[in-house]
């Protein structure tokens, strides 16, 4: 028999989404009537914009003649949209370049897959909660021992972010070689200030670590004096990897397409102490085991950054953030505390009556067919609190939060 790779079994049984999935099917298995409403996962609900759906027609039209046909497309994606990422960057005061643009099929093997051209004795710091992508993708390498009662995996460094820290993590007490940051943040919905992500570019520098920015949901950023890019903190060039993805930006999440940013001034050390670049490392791994995003996908992402393509996403961006206000006035109304949901497209709230998340869960299920996610599915610092995502269809919306007031909980 072949051995494998026991840091599998390491992973904490039961994956979130799966037990909410168990618990919705049992629901609705014993109450047939009940209309469910489904805010839990965050996955986008409206169409694609027409101006994307037609790049991709188009796309499609020139594979189908021999004069424009394609085959395998470079693994670091086209020109044409590593181009029109890089001027997209520049206009936000982010300096990228084109060759530093590695075009994916998504954030979530960007950000799973990034970790493989790192040692694997660096020392890890999450967020606590977490994308859990973050933590599992290290579980798997090997970087950690056993999980606890809690969930937290013996090894890694997690930085709490809660109501009392204003989800603003510390810097960690010990060193460490990789830092996960996701801002907006999934789940929490917080959005890093200027000078927490200097503090972060500094100690990064200071101690020859590596920044891991998340920027996945930077679309939903409104008020244009915060931070969309790390890029855009001095300094973070040399020290920083950035992952952005047109799934909640532009419908992507069925399409599949995203971007990983490696500065060429971003560097590593071997084991004999020499500076090796990232850059070179990211883009062997890919050139390896990545073929490229499909050619008519590709011109669907390009068609993004144009200005009916702009003005398309920022409808969509706007119709899920009215959602995000209603939830979040609606369940203030109802006397619950409620962050997040303002820069970005999830309410964090704590369960009122110091109930569990789980118990939080089960009693929104029960009594307002609302689903929901519990926090402590994102780490042991979530415990308490749940998420609710602004991705639904507006009398859903309305629906479900004047389910919840109902309760009068
Ligand atoms: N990063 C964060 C913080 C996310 O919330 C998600 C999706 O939910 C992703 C990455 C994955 O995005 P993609 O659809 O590009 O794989």
Redesign the pocket.
């Known amino acids: 028999m072949a051995k494998i790779n026991s840091n599998y079994q390491k992973l904490a049984a039961g994956y979130l989404f799966p037990e909410i999935g168990r618990r919705v099917s049992a629901f609705t298995a014993a109450n047939p009537d009940a209309k469910v409403i489904r805010l839990g996962i965050?996955d986008v609900v409206l169409p694609l914009p027409e101006v994307i759906r037609k790049a991709i027609d188009a796309g499609v039209e020139e594979l189908g003649q021999i004069s424009t046909f394609k085959g395998y497309g470079p693994e670091q994606g086209y020109e044409f949209l590593r181009q029109a990422i890089a001027d997209h960057f520049q206009s936000q005061g982010a300096d990228v370049a084109a060759d530093e643009v590695f075009v994916s099929d998504?954030?979530?093997?960007d950000?799973g897959n990034i970790q493989e051209i790192f040692s694997t004795d660096a020392a890890v710091a999450v967020t606590d909660p977490v994308?859990p992508v973050y933590v599992d993708t290290n579980v798997m390498a090997g970087r950690t021992g056993a999980a606890d009662a809690s969930g937290r995996y013996e090894g890694l460094v997690y930085m709490p972010c809660t109501v009392e820290n204003g989800f603003d993590p510390e810097l960690p007490s010990e060193h460490v070689d990789l830092i996960y940051l996701?801002s907006p943040n999934?789940p929490t919905g917080a959005v890093l200030s200027r000078e927490a992500l200097q503090k972060w570019v500094d100690y990064a520098k200071a101690n020859e670590a590596i920044i891991l920015f998340?920027s996945?949901y930077e679309a939903y950023i409104s008020d244009p004096s915060l931070v969309r890019s790390i890029y855009e903190i001095p300094g973070a060039r040399d020290v920083a990897i950035e992952f952005r993805?047109f799934?909640k930006t532009a419908g992507f999440?069925g399409v599949r397409c995203?971007y990983t940013v490696v500065p060429k001034t971003v560097m590593g050390r071997n084991e004999s102490g020499e500076l090796v670049s990232l850059h070179t490392l990211w883009s062997r791994r890919q050139t390896t085991k990545f073929n490229g995003v499909s050619y008519p996908i590709q011109k669907g992402a390009a068609a993004v950054f144009t200005p009916e393509g702009q003005a398309a996403i920022k409808e969509t961006i706007a119709y899920y953030m009215e959602n995000a206000r209603l939830i979040r006035e609606g369940l203030a109304e109802a006397g619950i505390a409620v962050y997040g949901g303002v820069h970005a497209p999830y309410i964090w709230l704590r369960a009122p009556g110091n109930i569990t998340s789980w118990e939080f869960f089960d009693l929104l299920l029960s009594k307002a067919h609302v689903v929901g996610t519990p926090g402590s599915g994102f780490g042991s610092s979530g415990e308490g609190y749940f998420r609710l995502s602004a991705f639904g269809v507006r009398e859903n919306v309305v629906e479900a939060v004047n389910r919840i007031k109902a309760l009068k909980l």
């Open positions: 965050g998504g954030s979530k093997c950000t994308y996701c999934n998340d996945a993805s799934s999440t995203a």
